[in-house]
């Protein structure tokens, strides 16, 4: 007949306790190793002579508190065991995590708590709030310059650092996607500053036509909200940047 797991836990632990009582030093009897805490220990995977170095660290005097080691255990032993109030003290919940994406624009230059949720919100990166802008970076593509005999242009797709002042900015055009459904998009206008970052990867004989077509581009810049974000949250935070909330 097989034996009942449960009863025999409780036989373990009555025989462990029995032990503690009988072996050790009647001080150390005396101590907080009662039934439940022996039970408390077994249950934790605890074997009979870590059970037993629980309750001669719980014989410390009632003043003298337990001290929580600070020393890092080996990668292969056991682990040290601990009275049980200290594993209570220990066993803290985890921060819940920040939603992060794979994109290279969640990095931000500061927490303003807008930037928070902007560096996920928008197709951006270096991502930064000032007294008086709004500062991100982002790689935009574009055709310039005349058509071949193909009817082609030529085609760029250089980083642009872009700042837009907060007075004056205004919400002019709302793309809300395809039914509702994949990224939509914000159209701003006012005091907007375009800096081509890697300008010089283009021949100079071009540069003139790529800064033409970003200006042009400037004067209604599309801001592109990452799908399954808020684009209704989006618009609030920059309208609130612009001191219009």
């Known amino acids: 007949m097989p034996l009942n797991p449960l009863r025999f836990t409780n036989l373990k632990s009555e025989l462990i306790t029995f032990f503690v009582l009988i072996f050790l030093p009647i001080s150390l009897a005396q101590a907080s190793c009662t039934r439940d805490d022996i039970d408390h220990y077994l249950k934790q995977g605890f074997n009979h002579q870590q059970v037993v170095s629980l309750c001669n660290s719980n014989s410390t005097p009632a003043k003298q508190s337990p001290q ?126 375009a800096e081509i970052l890697d300008l010089d990867q283009f021949k100079e004989k071009y540069h003139q036509e790529i800064n033409a077509v970003i200006e042009e581009n400037t004067k209604k810049l599309q801001i592109d909200v990452r799908a399954g974000m808020p684009q209704s949250k989006v618009e609030t935070v920059l309208l609130r940047l612009s001191k219009q909330l």
């Open 68 to 193: 929580l080691s600070t020393q890092a255990i080996p990668a292969k032993s056991e682990p040290t065991p601990q009275p049980r109030h200290q594993l209570q003290q220990t066993q803290k919940p985890a921060p819940l995590p920040i939603p992060v994406y794979q994109y290279e624009s969640t990095r931000m230059v500061n927490n303003h708590p807008d930037a928070v949720f902007l560096a996920t919100a928008i197709e951006a990166y270096d991502l930064e709030i000032t007294d008086s802008a709004l500062i991100f970076t982002r790689k935009d593509c574009f055709n310039y310059g005349q058509e071949d005999w193909n009817e082609f242009k030529n085609r760029a797709c250089p980083h642009i650092k872009y700042t837009v002042k907060k007075n004056g900015l205004k919400i002019v055009e709302r793309d809300n996607g395809f039914f509702g459904l994949g990224s939509t998009a914000l159209h701003i206008s006012g005091n907007i500053e």
